[in-house]
């Protein structure tokens, strides 16, 4: 138990988090919609793509995607008391 004279508990507040804002769950739900190939008919293989079936392709782009979206949202929508803001508030 922290007596709250040796840690700072300004600094781990949150100011600003993804859950806040609706939209971008949508947009995860839509990409993890996408990742996930249950949407392709039974033994479908389509053109191939850099070796991959169009399926697999698909499912990887989205995946990268996803990361890459998530990367977005914590550095846009993920702050607390103690950080800087150094690319401003838009």
Known sequence: MHSG???DQGSDELIREPRRHPWLWLVYLLL???AVPWYWPAGYRGPLILGLPLWMAVSLLAVLLLAGWTAWVIFRYWKTAGEEDSHGDR
Request: charged letters at 35%; proline letters at 0%.
């Open 5 to 7: 004279e040796d840690h």
């Open 32 to 34: 993890y919609a996408v």
